[in-house]
């Protein structure tokens, strides 16, 4: 049985969190046990319970302070882990090297310029995610900015993010997810779903919305998501007079209502490692319109299978938006060839293997450090 601790950095239920989630839910449990630590209180939590993972709490501070670190790496000894998947701090890698513990970290954030933070700075990956064993990029653009950065080529692979593609398959929920929306049956339904902050700029989702819905009286424009921009964009809404036909919608934890409600996703993101929601849009056999960044172009990879437009151009958004609205046929063709590619490439199948073999790989040592 391998032991592996996964750190995790945020409690929340974000994109990365729930990527864990459902890669315990398919790893094989006779030769993987996983425990985790978590800094802060969340609803990751409930995720974890319902998984019968093992986790401690640790205060938000912990990774900042000497003592923290100190704390840390005692615990890290007692626990003796086979190998670390790490999602948090990278000072936690110096700590598993100094211990002689493999730690694999899961790259999922941009090092555009845009993306802001702390991946502005270069030297951080140069000299902090250096120290980890692997590191696990999400998408092949993902991994060529770390070795742009300095982190050896030889540190550095890719584990795409993965589907269970049956789940956000359920046409037989169409009309019922429609009234819940109050949106006709024969309505042409555009749908973003995801986290209202600045990196998915729905700002040019509604912009969208707005040169749309005068040209075409069955478009019906759906926001779903939660997040600190929630109050600002229902403003900006109202300023643009959307009126009937846009509607907000909290997030779910049954997104796929929202993609049987839609016939077309539309992801405005300015930075995407490789965007969980797009792969679900596909699976569920929507055309995609997305935003031609990191590794969005991986998943969204030829006409056949979605439309790519520059970030930030509302006008390539609004004609990919109506050539798709007003072309059934083309919309049908899109959206199956996308599930179809989806099922091929980005299958649990096809991906969890791969993490399965890289970790016996790691608690076995015949990964070089």
Known sequence: MIK??????SSERGGSQLELVRLVERMNADEFRFTAWLFGNGPIEDDLDRLGVEFTVWPRTTTRTPWGLYAMGRAMQREAPGLIYLHASRLIAWLA??????????????????????????????????LNTVAAA????????????????????????FVDGERYRHPELRGEARRELGIPNDAVVVLN??????????????E??????????????????????????????????????????????????????????????????????????????????????????????????????????VGAMEKAVMELARDGSLRRRTGEAARRHVGAEFSPGRVVPEYEELFRRLASGSVGR
Not at 4 to 9: A, D, Q, R
Not at 100 to 129: H, K, L, Q
Request: hydrophobic content about 40%.
């Open 97 to 130: 090297r100094r211990r002689g513990i493999p730690c694999v970290e899961r790259i999922n954030m941009s090092r555009r310029p845009e993306a802001g933070g702390w991946s502005r700075y270069r030297a951080i990956d140069r000299c902090f995610t250096s």
């Open 4 to 9: 592996v601790l996964v750190p995790i950095g």
């Open 138 to 161: 999400a998408s092949g653009p993902i991994a060529a900015q770390l070795t742009s950065r300095g982190v050896p080529p030889e540190k550095v692979t890719v584990l795409h993010t």
């Open 193 to 206: 779903i995801g986290r209202l902050v600045a990196q998915k700029c729905q700002a040019d989702f509604l």
């Open 208 to 313: 969208t919305a707005a040169r749309c819905l005068p040209a075409d009286d069955s478009l019906h424009f759906v926001l779903c998501g939660s997040g600190k921009l929630e109050s600002s964009l229902r403003r900006r809404a109202e300023r643009l007079g959307l009126g009937g036909r846009f509607h907000m919608a909290e997030f779910t934890a049954r997104p796929e209502r929202m993609y049987a409600a839609a016939d077309i996703m539309l992801h405005t993101a300015r930075w995407e490692p490789l965007g969980n929601v797009i792969l679900e849009a596909m699976s569920a056999a929507l055309a995609v319109v997305a935003t031609d960044v990191d590794g969005t172009r991986e998943a969204v990879s030829s006409k056949e299978v979605g439309l790519l437009v520059p970030a930030g151009d």
